[in-house]
């Protein structure tokens, strides 16, 4: 039977007055992949870093099970420092209270598992790429082993190849009875790693599933589109009402909630998107 590690009870965060998340319920436990979705602006990361520990609660019980819990936290956005890689890396293993040979070792590991090469060894964390700055903030939060691994989006600016080698990180940390929780909007990811999947809306959670859960409900649209410029798809993560952004081919395809679509539909031709097709989602689409 696995062991609770954190539970939250009746859970509510407020910001300057907004609630931003009401009455949430939810259980960490070891050796699970709990993946969390839901729309932008949804209080994903903020419930991540109240499971961390790094946010206070407005409300309600944040119990923590262990003795002497160890979390490592990963955000969607890394601070752009002036360090090098492995010099900020080893100055944060030795913060931890490692041996720097350790530090090291376990550095050339994570460099050659990830493929950071020489160049980038000799980039300031500045100047890297958000895919970099990522692997970057993986490998800090891996120096020791966790009890609990939180991510946010991890895979955002990740190219396919890095994807692959993140997602059998993830399975081999599993094994060892690390507790996973992500926040991510990538379809694969959920169906490939999530033993639990939980959906945020209205503030609360609303779906909590320990088997394959549909992203897709009846209120959701699938808009198809093609775009010249295929690096200004990013810029509409960030837009409220995205659920999913998928490739086939040429296409762009978004799964979006039905209130934000036509703001969504609005925005793609502004980026200069040409909608190929708009329809109402019926459980999942195959692509």
Known sequence: MNQELILLKNVSK????????????LSIVDNQSLVIIGSNGSGK??????????SFISGGTRVVRKESLRISY???????????????LLHMGKIQGLLTSYIKSRINDFF??????????????????????????????LLT????????????????????????LLHDL????????????????????????????????????NTSLSLHKDDYMVISFTLNDKSAVQTLASIKGVIEILHKDEMTILYVTFECSDAILTEILHIGGSICSVNRSIGRVNI
């Not at 990361?45 to 790094?54: T, V």
């Open 145 to 168: 082993i966790p009890d609990i691994l939180i991510l946010d989006e991890p895979l955002s600016g990740q190219d396919s190849q890095s994807q692959d080698k993140f997602i059998h």
């Open 174 to 209: 599993k094994k060892q009875g690390i507790a996973i929780v992500l926040a991510c909007h990538e379809q694969y990811l959920v169906e490939g790693i999530a033993d639990k999947i939980i959906v945020l809306e209205n503030k609360n959670i609303t779906s909590d599933s």
């Open 14 to 25: 407020e910001y300057e007055g907004k609630i931003v998340l009401e009455n949430i319920n």
């Open 112 to 141: 050659e598992m990830f493929t950071i090469s020489a160049l980038m060894q000799k980039t300031r964390i500045r100047n890297l790429s958000k895919g970099s700055l990522q692997k970057i903030a993986v490998i800090q939060a």
């Open 45 to 54: 990361s903020s419930l991540l870093r109240i499971i961390a520990g790094l």
């Open 74 to 88: 990963v955000p969607e956005h890394f601070p752009k420092l002036s360090f090098y890689p492995s010099e900020y």
